[in-house]
């Protein structure tokens, strides 16, 4: 068996037990060994972070995002739509590589990152979908409640100096927000209803929060 030690200190050892009981004539024993795996385990959970996480932004990766929302479907479907309302939020920041170079860029985006999971709840899902675009997933948010609250990280973004190598920098968020409906029959519908809507904020101008009903 593998426990978790947690010493007075607080410092957390994980331990691998192995134990049986050896019979004699007199009496009966338990004999065993204790053995410090805690450099392992530590290993081993950094692989697993790795493997749902972005390295770069320390977001969910896409693989996760989609393995949730599937899930969050599914839960949807067994549970009645009007008891969970899955938003899905795409999410683009204003384009820097091209200006400033790779290294300033993943600076940016590092830092909106951290800005944006500053701004979110313990229970949402903050994913990178690949270059510049983001994936935020709130569960039990219904769709006005969702367009308010990514507002609010519109703004705040747009308010946020972010310090690079070629000075205070700031960054503009366009945003696509769907939700999960009764007509989904897979994750890759929510995904386009939040393109289209995230589409639409960039054709008028960019730096909005467009809902997919607005943008049919």
């Not at 938003?87 to 920041?93: A, N, P, T, V």
């Not at 054709?203 to 997919?212: D, F, I, M, P």
Request: aromatic share 8%; hydrophobic share 40%.
């Amino acid at each position: 068996m593998v426990h978790r030690i947690v010493r007075p200190n607080g410092e957390i050892r994980w331990v691998h037990e192995l134990a049986d009981f050896n019979d004699n004539d007199k009496n009966t024993m338990l004999v065993g060994t204790v053995r410090d795996i805690t450099q392992q385990k530590i290993y081993e959970l950094d692989l697993e972070r790795l493997s749902l996480t972005d390295e770069l932004t320390g977001a969910y990766n896409r693989r996760y995002c989609y393995n949730r929302l599937d899930q969050l479907l599914g839960s949807a479907v067994k549970r009645g739509f009007q008891w969970l309302w899955p938003c899905l939020i795409s999410i683009f920041s204003k384009k820097v590589n091209d200006t400033y170079g790779h290294d300033i860029g993943d600076s940016v985006l590092k830092q909106f990152a951290n800005q944006v999971k500053k701004l979110s709840r313990s229970t949402d899902v903050f994913a990178r979908y690949g270059g510049e675009e983001f994936v935020l997933i709130m569960e039990n948010c219904d769709l006005i409640g969702a367009y308010r609250r990514v507002e609010r990280i519109r703004q705040a973004i747009e308010e946020f100096k972010m310090l690079t190598t070629a000075g205070e920098l700031t960054v503009t968020v366009t945003a696509g927000v769907a939700k999960i409906n009764a007509q989904d029959s897979s994750v890759e519908d929510v995904f386009k209803r939040a393109d289209q809507a995230l589409y639409l904020g960039k054709k008028q101008g960019r730096n909005q929060v467009v809902l997919a009903e607005q943008s049919n």
